[in-house]
């Protein structure tokens, strides 16, 4: 049977569009929903997505995809890889499930938006693709993870995670609801493909793809590049829009969204993958510092990919550039030390070898955040485990909903940046975090954090156990040192062999 | 006499903590209850030092012996803990 070559009718199906006889074009792209801004159709039919794929193709490189990373993981599942990892890459795998694995299922409903409102008919075409591949990510990721339930109750937060109160997840949600889910079809594939996707999964799914190979984790590794391919696909669905919006004289807005977008993301890496690159990947399996990672990936790559689109770089760019030496040290000494909090075993990675290296890549690390790790380490071998354990809750920001950290120690400086609106006082962890905030508190006033929910008697008893409970924390769940302090110790030998 | 939650900053320590007074607490014995969260946790202690609170970044501290009810705060309100000489 005669065939038409791919190139004589791609273009035109892709791109296809029609005329509603039933219902107004309002009615069938409701601006709630589509966010077409004022601007023609005739402009949003000019989209141009750069990565082309037609249905059989797709389906072809997908099914490729599965079998590779399945029978990856059905031939090593007797080398039982997970029973010899160092507990703290298990931390790390840990994490990041529950982080990650059901919040694909949100990006497939934010795909499906897309798919459905866009008016760009090329969006519309990708982003259907783009649910196929969101969903496929919550399977697998689901998948992987439920094979190790056997072995800890953490693994099965993977499912659990966002369906709980629990600190982190109320971050995540907070996050992905605002990008994923609470936009229209354009704010959508800007702050959720472009913000996000082109930068910071890109970054977490590389960083970890590089650090799993190093650490001989096959399966994770093949996973993880698995996913990526789809996502360094899907992303590019938010340039076109840019442009689009740029063309049309709302460089203002489009800007806006990414500035928002990247703040956000920006945070929540600065929590999940900063402390899962500096401190819980074992030091000889290390690639690059978080902070290399970041220059490169999302200063120097990121910046050039705005200005190609005629943006700028948001304007806490240098803001941003002097957190890489700060917030990621504090959300980690956070999580460690709120560790009962979360559904990992944080890796302190704070011993006498991992704090030489700390120096080395973060100079000044010891006069700063070893002051706070000297504390620690210094009770810990002296049988005051007690003192290394929360009695208080940390004070979360507004917009992030992560805890407001700064230097510690010599170079003292934590800041909060409080707004005062409509009678009730908001804190912010940053300058940023506040802007995001001023940019349309409609969105974001009602919302609830954590400190906000315990002083208002929604968490009972409104102690420490009580917040665990309303985390949904059970026994075998709750974190503990990924390395039972053997870090601490390793400093009481040095000091007797001295 | 009534529980009021502030927003504690302490000197040398890494993060913002929920610190729950009492509007009868002096300033000392406010940056007692924060001084519990922080010092020998994360913080040295500095026993030659005493303890003030002043507003975030004032310049001021409070004096020693004022009530919480007499600072007119406003609940949550962000207070920096501070190793002085008096
Ligand atoms: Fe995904
Ligand atoms: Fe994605």
């Known amino acids: ?78 080398d039982a890889y997970v029973d010899r990892a160092d507990p703290g890459w298990i931390s790390t795998m840990i994490a990041h499930y529950g982080a990650i694995a059901v919040n694909e299922y949100a990006a497939s409903l934010a795909e499906g938006r897309m798919a459905r409102f866009a008016k760009a008919p090329g969006n519309r075409n990708m982003a259907t693709f783009g649910t196929l591949d969101e969903n496929r990510h919550g399977q697998i990721q689901l998948f992987f993870p439920h094979a190790n339930i056997k072995r800890s109750r953490q693994w099965d937060w993977a499912h659990k995670a966002m369906q709980t109160n629990d600190w982190a997840s109320i971050a995540a949600r907070a996050f992905f609801d605002d990008i994923m889910l609470c936009r229209d079809a354009v704010a959508v594939s800007i702050m959720l493909t472009f913000g996000f996707e082109t930068g910071f999964t890109n970054m977490q799914f590389l960083g970890l793809a590089a650090d799993a190979s190093e650490a001989g984790d096959h399966t994770f590794a093949s996973l993880i590049s698995s996913v990526q391919t789809d996502e360094a696909r899907h992303a590019q669905q938010g340039g076109p829009s840019l442009k689009i919006l740029i063309a049309n004289g709302h460089k203002d807005e489009a800007q806006k969204l990414v500035d928002i977008s990247i703040w956000r993301a920006w945070k929540l890496f600065s929590v999940l993958t900063g402390p899962i690159m500096d401190y819980y990947t074992p030091l000889e399996h290390r690639s690059q510092s978080f902070k290399e990672f970041m220059v490169e990936w999302i200063i120097i790559q990121f910046e ?94 507004n917009m992030c909903q992560l805890p407001i950290v700064g230097t510690p120690g010599n170079e003292w400086n934590v800041q909060d940046y409080p707004l005062e609106f409509e009678g009730r006082l908001y804190h912010f962890g ?24 315990f002083l208002s008697g929604q968490i009972q008893p409104a102690d420490l156990p009580g917040a665990l409970a309303y985390m949904g924390l059970g026994p075998g769940e709750m974190g503990k040192d990924a390395h039972d302090y053997a870090w601490a110790a390793a400093f009481k030998k040095q000091a007797e062999v001295a | 006499m009534a529980a009021f939650p502030i927003n504690s900053n302490f ?71 501070i190793f002085a000489d008096q």
């Open chain 1, 1 to 78: 049977m005669y065939q038409i070559p791919r190139a004589e009718w791609y273009d035109l199906t892709r791109a296809t569009n029609w005329t509603y006889s039933y219902v107004t074009e309002e009615e069938m792209f409701p601006e709630e929903m589509s966010g077409a801004r004022g601007i023609p159709m005739e402009e949003w039919e000019t989209y141009d997505e750069p990565y082309k794929v037609t249905y059989p193709e797709y389906v072809a490189i997908q099914r490729e995809k599965d079998a590779g990373a399945y029978s990856v993981k059905a031939a090593l599942e007797r």
């Open chain 1, 304 to 397: 050039r990919q705005l200005a190609d689109l005629g943006l700028d770089a948001p304007w806490f760019w240098e803001d941003l550039t002097n957190d890489l030496d700060v917030t990621h040290h504090g959300m980690h000494l956070g999580v460690w030390y709120w560790r009962p909090t979360v559904w990992w075993n944080p890796a302190a990675g704070a011993g006498p070898e991992e704090r030489e290296w700390l120096e080395e890549k973060y100079p000044g690390w010891n006069k700063t955040w070893g002051k706070c790790w000297d504390v620690i380490t210094d009770n810990l071998n002296n049988g005051r485990e007690d003192l290394t354990l929360p009695e208080t809750l940390p004070y979360v920001c």
């Open chain 2, 11 to 81: 000197q040398g320590d890494f993060v913002m903590q929920l610190v729950p007074v009492d509007t009868d607490d002096t300033m000392d014995q406010v940056a007692e209850k924060c001084a519990y969260h922080s010092v020998n946790r994360r913080v040295a202690p500095q026993p030659d030092k005493v303890m003030r609170v002043r507003l975030h970044n004032a310049s001021d501290n409070f004096p020693r012996d004022m009530k919480v009810s007499d600072a007119g705060w406003r609940p949550t309100e962000t207070l920096d803990i």
């Open chain 1, 430 to 453: 940053s300058k940023a975090d506040r802007w995001c905030f001023e940019q349309d508190p409609e969105r974001y006033k009602e919302h609830q954090s954590l400190i906000d929910r």
